[in-house]
């Protein structure tokens, strides 16, 4: 299937706000949609399947009182240990949900189903060889997660990564991983990625589930503060460093642990609620803002991006050997 990615002109900048367990809500997925941006959220965000029924039903609400807004999209880990995986599935089969964020796992018929009802599925690749895998299963587009990201992170560089995929597939590449600025988004074009993929930068919005303190620590973060480790739940991620800390953590000494060696604290079970996770672009997080007004000067970005940096090609070499 070919992918329209401007969704028949709804999306105003080929971008989705990525999934982000206990930050990604509604409200946030709408504020996005109602700008031209696509927004999402992981279905394991939510407690119980009745909560997940509700957040699709709040969706469809909200998206039917809005002039053309953006798809939106849902997160399943499409692994055999997520025991909610097969009901929220059907759920998401029932409700229409018109892009599927697949991660985690060898997805065994779930790209079909979502194709029976017309949707798409995106699925989350760290290499080449899941990114082979996912191809051959029928998803649509690959979600190329990249070193730097938030969360559950890929660790090789994007341009090594998205050329690496290139010798596999062409199937069309979302790139994940530090991006933030609507010129960020043009670069990844020109790297040859379809859409950007943005997480840490939408954690400081008011319309997510962020506590104030999670967003002060964020906007008081840079890269340097971001903590690489798998000793945590045994998948690489990053993480946000002072949270570590606060939680009686020493990152030095977890930095120094074999392969394979878990965190065996208590404070590891908090991940997420109270160790927090942030990617390499948590540095542009300056203030605490509205996902509506961030989509909006992400696009202004984005297209004052595109005509200089046409501006600027006029005089590369290049042009002036042609
Ligand atoms: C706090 C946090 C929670 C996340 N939770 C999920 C999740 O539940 N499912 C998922 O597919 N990705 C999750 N991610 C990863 C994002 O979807 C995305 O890959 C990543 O944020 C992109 O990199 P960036 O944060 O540098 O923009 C999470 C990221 C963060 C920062």
Redesign the pocket.
């Known amino acids: 299937m070919l992918i329209d990615f401007t969704f028949g002109g709804r999306l105003k900048v080929p971008l989705i706000v990525?999934?982000?367990?206990?930050?990604?809500n509604p409200p946030l997925a709408l504020a996005c949609c109602s700008r031209g941006v696509m927004g999402?959220f992981?279905a394991?965000?939510t407690r119980t399947r009745e909560v997940f029924s509700d957040w699709l039903q709040d969706m469809e609400r909200g998206l039917a009182e809005m002039d053309s807004p953006a798809p939106y999209a849902v997160?399943l880990?499409v692994h055999p240990t997520n025991e909610r995986y097969p009901g929220d599935l059907d759920l998401c089969i029932q409700h229409k949900v018109p892009v599927v964020?697949t991660?985690k796992g060898a997805p065994d018929d779930v790209f079909n189903r979502i194709h029976d009802y017309g949707g798409v599925a995106f699925h989350?690749i760290a290499s080449a060889r899941h990114a082979e895998k996912a191809a051959a299963a029928g998803a649509d587009a690959l979600?190329a997660?990249c070193a730097?990201?938030?969360?559950?992170?890929g660790t090789i560089n994007p341009f090594a990564l998205l050329n690496e995929v290139r010798q596999v597939t062409d199937k069309p590449v979302i790139l994940?991983?530090?991006?933030?600025t609507g010129q960020d988004i043009l670069a990844a074009q020109a790297m040859g990625a379809s859409a950007c993929?943005?997480?840490?930068?939408f954690?400081a919005t008011r319309e997510c589930l962020s506590d104030d303190v999670t967003q002060q620590m964020m906007i008081a973060a840079t890269a340097k503060d971001i903590f690489f480790s798998a000793a945590l739940d045994g998948a690489p991620a990053?993480w946000l460093r002072p949270s570590l800390i606060n939680e009686g953590l020493n990152p030095d000494e977890i930095a120094a642990y074999a392969p394979g060696k878990r965190v065996m604290n208590q404070a590891a079970k908090a991940r997420?609620s109270k160790i927090?996770?942030?990617?390499?672009?948590?540095g542009m997080i300056q203030s605490v803002e509205s996902a509506a007004n961030l989509c909006d000067r992400i696009i202004d970005e984005y297209v004052r991006a595109r005509m200089s940096f046409g501006e600027s090609l006029k005089d590369s070499p290049v042009s002036e050997m042609g």
């Open positions: 990525s999934p982000m367990f206990l930050v990604s999402s992981p394991h965000s997160n880990v964020l991660s989350d979600i997660v730097g990201a938030g969360g559950h992170t994940a991983g530090g991006m933030s993929y943005f997480g840490t930068r954690i990053n997420y927090k996770s942030a990617g390499h672009g948590v």
